[in-house]
C-alpha cells in the first residue's frame, strides 16, 4: 500500500513540475521576447560613439551605380514622323562611395547631416570605356529651350530656329558617354550664359553634371531615441517640412527614411516610407516576399504598380497642369525648371503598353526592371536592394521650328539607372552572428517548455500504466521498470 502511495506521489510530483515548467515559461517567454527586442531597439538608437552611428556615417554595405543609355539608331526617320527606334548600351558601372558628413547630433534626439557621394569608374563591370564609347541621343537643352517657346509667336519661333541652325543645335546629337554622363559645353547654353548669365548659370550640361563630389541637401532626421519607429526618418529636407511643388499637402509630405536604414523589427503588413530627392517626392513600398540573401533571410519590399497608375496619380495630386500622360511614368517637370523630364521603370515595366509599342527596343522585364528593397527584418538592415529608373523625355514636334521635323509626339527614353547593393561578405558573417545569438535567446523558453510537456506526457502515461496495474498486479510495465518504480 505504502509503496503504491509512494509511485501515486512521484507521479503527482512530475506532474506538477510538468505544469509549472510549462505555466512559468509561457509567461516568461514574453518577458525574454520583449528584453531581445528592447536590445535591438537599443542598439540601432543613433548615439555617440555607437556602432550604429558609425554604420550610418559610413554604410559598410558597398554601393554600385549601372548606367544604361539608349542610342537612337534612327534619327532622321524619326523627324519624318517614323517610330522611334533605341538601343540599350550598357552598363557603364560605377562605385558609389557615400559618407555622411557636418553630422551634428541634438539633446532633442535628433541629428543632422549630408550626405556626401562621388562615383568611380569600374572598368571590369562594364561594357565599354565612356570616354571613348560614343552615342546619339536627344539634346537635351535644346528640348528645355522649346518647351520654353511653346507660347511665343510665329516670328520668335522663326528667328530662334535660324539661331539654332546657325549654333549647329539639333533634336539629337552625338557624345561620349562620359560627356551625357558627367558634362560637356553645349553651344546653345554657353550663348545664353554669355547673354543672361542669370539665367543660364553655367555653359556646361550633363545629366550629372556637378553630382560627383558632392551632396544632395541638408537632412534633420530622428535618432529613435524617443520612438524606435521614427529610427533615421526625415523630419526636415533643406530646412523645409514639406515640399511645394505639388498639389495636394499629402503629396509634398517628405514621408519615411533616405532609404538607406530603417527602425528595427519590420513587419510584413507594414509600408516603407522612403524620401527620394531625385524625383521630388516620396513613396512607398509594401512587402512581397521571403527571400535569402547570404544565408539571412529577408523580407522582400516592392514599389507597388499602383504608385504610378494614371489614376493614383491624379487623385494624389502628382499631376502637374493636369498633364498626365499614361500609367507608369510620372512627370517631374514641375521641379525640373520645367524641362519635360518624366520618371519610370526601365524600359516601361508595369506601364500602359502603349508607352511600350511606341518605342522599338523596349523589352520590359521584372527580374531586371523591378527596384525592390531585401531587408533584415529584426534589425531593419537592408541587404540587398536596387534601384531602378528610368529617365524619358517628352517630345514633340513645334511649329516653325524647322529642327523639330515632322517628329510625332512621344515619350523617349534616354536613360535607365541601377542603383544596386548587396551586403558583403564580412558585413554578412557579422549579421548572422548577431542574429543567432538573439534567436538562441528567444528560442530557449521553447526548449524549456518542451522540457516541461515531456514531463507532464510522462507524468500522464505513468498515471495511465498504474491504472492499468490495478487489474493486473502480477505484470510489471517495462515503463516503470526502466523507472524502478515497484507496483507491489
Known amino acids: 500500500m505504502m509503496t503504491h502511495l509512494r509511485n501515486k506521489i512521484a507521479v503527482i510530483g512530475v506532474f506538477a513540475l510538468g505544469c509549472f515548467i510549462t505555466f512559468v515559461v509561457l509567461t516568461v517567454k514574453d518577458v525574454l521576447k520583449n528584453i531581445v527586442e528592447d536590445q535591438i531597439k537599443e542598439h540601432t538608437k543613433l548615439k555617440l560613439n555607437s556602432e550604429a552611428l558609425k554604420n550610418w556615417k559610413d554604410p559598410p554595405v558597398p554601393v554600385y551605380m549601372q548606367f544604361f543609355l539608349f542610342h537612337i539608331e534612327n534619327s532622321e526617320e524619326i523627324l519624318q514622323g517614323k517610330q522611334a527606334i533605341v538601343k540599350e548600351v550598357g552598363p557603364y558601372?560605377?562605385?558609389?562611395?557615400?559618407?555622411?558628413?557636418n553630422v551634428f547630433l541634438y539633446d532633442n534626439a535628433t541629428i543632422s547631416s549630408t550626405t556626401h557621394k562621388s562615383f568611380v569608374f569600374q572598368r571590369?563591370?562594364?561594357?565599354?570605356?565612356?570616354?571613348?564609347?560614343?552615342?546619339?541621343?536627344?539634346?537635351?537643352?535644346?528640348?528645355?529651350?522649346?518647351?520654353?517657346?511653346?507660347?511665343?509667336?510665329?516670328?520668335?519661333?522663326?528667328?530662334l530656329s535660324l539661331l539654332f541652325a546657325l549654333k549647329s543645335s539639333a533634336m539629337f546629337?552625338?557624345?561620349?558617354?562620359?560627356?551625357?554622363?558627367?558634362?560637356?559645353?553645349?553651344?546653345?547654353?554657353?550663348?545664353?550664359?554669355?547673354?543672361?548669365?542669370?539665367?543660364?548659370?553655367?555653359?556646361?550640361?550633363?545629366l550629372f553634371y556637378g553630382?560627383?563630389?558632392?551632396?544632395?541637401?541638408?537632412?534633420?532626421?530622428?535618432?529613435?531615441?524617443?520612438?524606435?519607429?521614427?529610427?533615421?526618418?526625415?523630419?526636415?529636407?533643406?530646412?523645409?517640412?514639406?515640399?511645394?511643388?505639388?498639389?495636394?499637402?499629402?503629396?509634398?509630405?517628405?514621408?519615411?527614411?533616405?532609404?538607406?536604414?530603417?527602425?528595427?523589427?519590420?513587419?510584413k503588413n507594414e509600408a516603407l516610407y522612403i524620401f527620394a530627392p531625385d524625383i521630388c517626392r516620396?513613396?512607398?513600398?509594401?512587402?512581397?516576399?521571403?527571400?535569402?540573401?547570404?544565408?539571412?533571410?529577408?523580407?522582400?519590399?516592392?514599389?507597388?504598380?499602383?504608385?504610378?497608375?494614371?489614376?493614383?496619380?491624379?487623385?494624389?495630386?502628382?499631376?502637374?497642369?493636369?498633364?498626365?500622360?499614361l500609367s507608369g511614368v510620372l512627370n517631374i517637370s514641375i521641379c525640373k525648371q520645367g524641362v519635360p523630364i518624366f520618371i519610370s521603370?526601365?524600359?516601361?515595366?508595369?506601364?500602359?503598353?502603349?508607352?511600350?509599342?511606341?518605342?522599338?527596343?523596349?523589352?520590359?522585364?521584372?527580374?531586371?526592371?523591378?527596384t525592390f528593397l531585401d531587408i533584415e527584418p529584426m534589425t531593419g538592415f537592408p541587404i540587398r536592394a536596387a534601384k531602378r529608373m528610368q529617365l524619358n523625355l517628352h517630345i514633340e514636334a513645334v511649329d516653325y521650328i524647322a529642327q523639330t521635323g515632322r517628329m510625332r509626339t512621344m515619350i523617349l527614353p534616354v536613360i535607365f539607372l541601377n542603383e544596386?547593393?548587396?551586403?558583403?561578405?564580412?558585413?554578412?558573417?557579422?549579421?548572422?552572428?548577431?542574429?543567432?545569438?538573439?534567436?538562441?535567446?528567444l528560442y530557449?523558453?521553447?526548449?524549456?517548455?518542451?522540457?516541461?510537456?515531456?514531463l507532464l506526457l510522462i507524468s500522464l502515461s505513468l498515471a495511465f500504466v498504474m491504472c492499468s496495474c490495478k487489474k493486473n498486479k502480477e505484470y510489471t510495465p517495462v515503463i516503470l521498470k526502466v523507472l524502478n518504480i515497484k507496483t507491489h
Open 420 to 441: 544596386n547593393a548587396v551586403i558583403d561578405d564580412k558585413s554578412a558573417v557579422k549579421l548572422k552572428w548577431a542574429l543567432q545569438i538573439m534567436k538562441i535567446m
Open 93 to 101: 558601372t560605377y562605385k558609389e562611395h557615400r559618407h555622411r558628413s
Open 173 to 206: 546629337q552625338t557624345h561620349s558617354v562620359e560627356e551625357f554622363l558627367w558634362g560637356y559645353e553645349d553651344p546653345l547654353l554657353k550663348l545664353g550664359h554669355r547673354l543672361l548669365p542669370s539665367i543660364f548659370p553655367d555653359s556646361r550640361f550633363g
Open 345 to 370: 521603370s526601365p524600359h516601361f515595366y508595369d506601364g500602359d503598353q502603349k508607352l511600350v509599342k511606341d518605342i522599338g527596343g523596349m523589352k520590359p522585364n521584372m527580374k531586371t526592371d523591378q
Open 211 to 267: 553630382a560627383n563630389g558632392t551632396d544632395d541637401g541638408v537632412y534633420l532626421f530622428s535618432t529613435g531615441k524617443k520612438d524606435y519607429m521614427d529610427s533615421t526618418k526625415i523630419i526636415t529636407w533643406n530646412g523645409q517640412k514639406s515640399l511645394t511643388w505639388w498639389a495636394t499637402n499629402t503629396s509634398n509630405m517628405i514621408n519615411g527614411t533616405d532609404g538607406a536604414t530603417f527602425h528595427p523589427l519590420i513587419k
Open 282 to 325: 516620396s513613396l512607398h513600398l509594401i512587402f512581397e516576399k521571403d527571400v535569402h540573401v547570404k544565408g539571412i533571410s529577408a523580407y522582400r519590399f516592392i514599389v507597388p504598380k499602383e504608385m504610378f497608375a494614371i489614376d493614383y496619380l491624379i487623385k494624389e495630386g502628382f499631376c502637374p497642369a493636369m498633364n498626365c500622360q
Open 444 to 454: 530557449i523558453p521553447y526548449v524549456i517548455l518542451g522540457a516541461g510537456i515531456l
Open 124 to 159: 571590369n563591370m562594364s561594357v565599354g570605356d565612356p570616354r571613348v564609347d560614343h552615342i546619339t541621343t536627344v539634346n537635351i537643352p535644346f528640348v528645355a529651350m522649346l518647351q520654353s517657346l511653346k507660347q511665343t509667336g510665329m516670328a520668335q519661333k522663326m528667328i
